[in-house]
């Protein structure tokens, strides 16, 4: 799971720009999201 604009991190001419913190997807936030639109129980 990723937001938009993930795969600039991991271009090669753009590797030293920074991405934020806040842009980037949680754990916890991930194991929500899963859980709200599948039904998914992680343990």
């Known amino acids: 799971i990723e937001r938009p ?3 600039v ?3 090669r ?3 030293r720009k920074h991405i ?4 980037r997807v949680a754990k916890e ?4 999201l899963l859980h ?8």
């Open 29 to 32: 936030e991930a194991m929500i």
């Open 20 to 23: 934020p913190k806040r842009h």
């Open 9 to 11: 991190l991991r271009r």
């Open 36 to 43: 709200e639109m599948f039904g998914v129980t992680i343990e």
């Open 13 to 15: 001419r753009c590797r």
């Open 5 to 7: 604009g993930y795969r």
